[in-house]
């Protein structure tokens, strides 16, 4: 696996950059921060990482390369990927959650949310049953069972 990514690395350097931001749209090696989605961030996003520069209706694009792009999650998604946010750890972005409508034609504004990147995360620690006695739950009441993994300590998971 380690081998690959070297092979891409070395391809990714002879790759040209390229010349216009519809080149760049797609392209598997370079990133433009106008094309990114809401839960993709570009890090670090420093001017030592720029490779290049774009320049279409007058505007400068600066040109990143495709490995400097993450995908950002929330804390509850990276809970389920067995990892947690560092405490003291601002989140990188905050996006609104999508509008739901109700079939009586209410619509109501979706929540917001923080959203953190890999580098601000730790390897989860799962909570136990053993001293309290209780099985720990989430802010509704409920159990979150991800996978096996995520069976609190003290805990069996019985599958019917």
Not at 40 to 59: A, F, L, R
Not at 71 to 83: G, I, Y
Not at 103 to 126: C, I, M, N, P, Y
């Amino acid at each position: 696996f380690e081998e690959e990514e070297e092979q891409l690395d070395a391809k990714a350097e002879t790759e040209p950059i390229p010349l216009t931001l519809g080149e760049c749209k797609k392209n598997k090696y370079y990133a433009v921060e106008k094309f990114l989605t809401k839960y993709q961030v570009i890090h670090p996003n420093t001017d030592d990482h720029v490779v290049g520069t774009i320049i279409s209706k007058g505007k400068a694009h600066k040109v990143y390369r495709r490995k400097n792009v993450h995908t950002l999650k929330s804390r509850d998604r990276w809970v389920r990927e067995m990892k947690e946010v560092m405490e003291g750890e601002k989140a990188m972005k905050v996006v609104k959650g999508s509008r739901s409508r109700k079939k009586d034609g209410t619509v109501t504004e979706g929540k917001t949310h923080e959203l953190f990147g890999e580098w601000q995360t730790r390897a989860w620690s799962k909570p136990s049953a053993v001293e309290s006695g209780k099985v720990p739950k989430n802010s509704y009441g409920n159990v979150e069972v991800w996978s096996g993994s995520h069976v609190p300590h003290g805990c069996r998971h019985v599958d019917r």
